[in-house]
């Protein structure tokens, strides 16, 4: 993509933290860029203090990015779609814009789970909606919205198989604050998206009942080894579990306090109920619905995942973390793999 193609306007599906960072990212790279959300009030609000202050407050949005609620008006013109909403309404999502969209449209997910319909990637449920010609992307981290908006230094991994696409958009989004990786494996680096939220509830949960750093690093460690168990059984590299997308997304989620899936594990850990722990965060918690997700993958692939499974267990069979903890802790010895 050159300079001049740039205007070619870009909509960013999603006004989270995470959708407005990166439309704000676009947006100061010169793209022009249309943020949608769907709840019309939330959207007047942006309008009016042309910033997105529920969620990344104090951070002005750039002259060139727009907020829209009707998605025609938000799609005309549009060839990139970067789509960052929860992973239960991606498959919604697109079979709302499917009318607005042409055989050109390219998608970009920056989603962190799966289908809770099939469990199914979401770049699946992609192409069974738009067809298998779709040129398609993911964009995963290690990255925190905050730090994208301030714009501090950043690097993220964007995996495609259309070459083409992939060149276009780190045209569209490097600078000398943002970096982009490359890969070819999209079914790791949105893996890894999804594994690493269980993972940091489980370390939330450690650090909440005061386990210590041992424990946090014991946690994301084998947290590794389960995740790249489950991704290569599912097709993915397993370099691409080694780099950024996942041993980089999982450290990120793991040890720091602007993850909402540790801030929930850390609630949980300290005995709050389920329910008033996602309620305190005030967005919604991937690694609930990811959590369920995974076990279900796991079993169909024949995958030993004890951590996600200990996970589970507390978030849907009502087994306390101390009781989960114990069962892992006291698991027969083994050689690490």
Known sequence: MSDANKSTPIAVFGAGSWGTALAILLARNG???RLWARDSNHVAQMQQDSANNKYLPGIQFPENLSVYTDLEEVLEGVLDILIVVPSHAFRPLLTQIKPFCH?????ISACKGLDPDTGNLLINVATEI???????????????AKEVANNLPTATTIASHDQQFFNDLVARMKNDRFRVYGSDDLIGVQLGG??????AVGAGMADGMGFGANARTALITRGLVELTRLGVAMGGQEKTFRGMAGLGDLVLTCTDNQSRNRRFG??????????QAEAE???????????REVHNLAI???????????IYSILYENVSPQVAAHQLLTRDIKFED
């Open 31 to 33: 793209n022009e860029t």
């Open 103 to 107: 055989q050109h449209t390219r998608i």
């Open 130 to 144: 738009m067809g298998d010609d779709i040129s398609l992307a993911v964009l995963s981290g290690p990255n925190f």
């Open 194 to 199: 999804a594994v690493k939220n269980v993972i």
């Open 281 to 291: 965060i005030g967005q919604v918690v991937e690694a609930v619905r990811n959590a």
């Open 266 to 275: 850390i609630a949980i850990g300290k005995g709050q109920d389920l329910k």
């Open 300 to 310: 169909e692939k024949s995958v030993e995942v004890p951590i996600c499974d200990a």
